[in-house]
């Protein structure tokens, strides 16, 4: 039998229209806020390009944007807390307002490490935006100032969100079969 990667999604959490309303009304509240700042939006690879995408075109104010690459998870589905640049930024940040675009927190171990580093390199000021949240599993004091939707504490892939690289081209968020990765 052909195989299809909607065969390992257990269930849908967020169809692709759900996830585009969500990432409009942000884009508003954004724009809003940053009506006459400096604003720089910067993604975490790779998780995030997806949703970086649709938010800046959902932005209506002018901005730039960077990227910007850790590790924290390998290929594995627990975060293992070291986290380590593997990309970094090619804009200083200096008199910018800058805004961390984030597809999922999780523990918040690599957000609050970011957090930390980038906020040393004296922006005007630093916000986090997350699509996602899973506030059961947060072990470092992180909140998002701006958060799409909150799911339950499983597995999630699609939308930018991978599992070993792959479902990240998924059109939707959806719950991963445990038996994919191994789990219960
Ligand atoms: P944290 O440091 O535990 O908050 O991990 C954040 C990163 O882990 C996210 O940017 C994702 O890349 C990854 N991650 C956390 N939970 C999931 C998930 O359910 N599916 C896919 N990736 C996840
Ligand atoms: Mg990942």
Avoid: H, W
């Amino acid at each position: 039998m052909e195989y299809k990667m909607e065969n390992d999604i257990r269930e849908i959490l967020f169809t692709e229209e759900e996830i585009r309303q969500i990432v409009q009304d942000m884009g508003a509240k954004i724009s809003r806020d940053y009506e006459g700042k400096n604003l720089l939006m910067v993604s975490v690879l790779k998780g995030s390009v997806v949703f970086m995408a649709d938010l800046m075109r959902a932005v209506t104010v002018p901005c730039r944007i960077d990227f910007m690459s850790v590790s924290s998870y390998g290929s594995g589905v627990k975060t293992s807390g070291v986290v380590k640049i593997i990309k970094d930024l090619d804009i200083p940040l200096s008199g910018y307002d800058v805004l961390i675009v984030e597809d999922i927190l999780d523990s918040g171990m690599t957000l609050s490490y970011l957090l930390e580093i980038l906020k040393s390199r004296g922006p005007r000021s630093i916000r986090l935006c997350t699509l996602f949240d899973k506030p059961d599993r947060r072990k470092a004091d992180v909140t998002a100032d701006y958060t799409g939707a909150v799911v339950p504490d499983e597995f999630v892939v699609g939308y930018g969100l991978d599992y070993d690289e792959k479902y990240r081209n998924l059109p939707y968020l959806g719950i991963l079969k445990p038996e994919v990765y191994g789990g219960k």
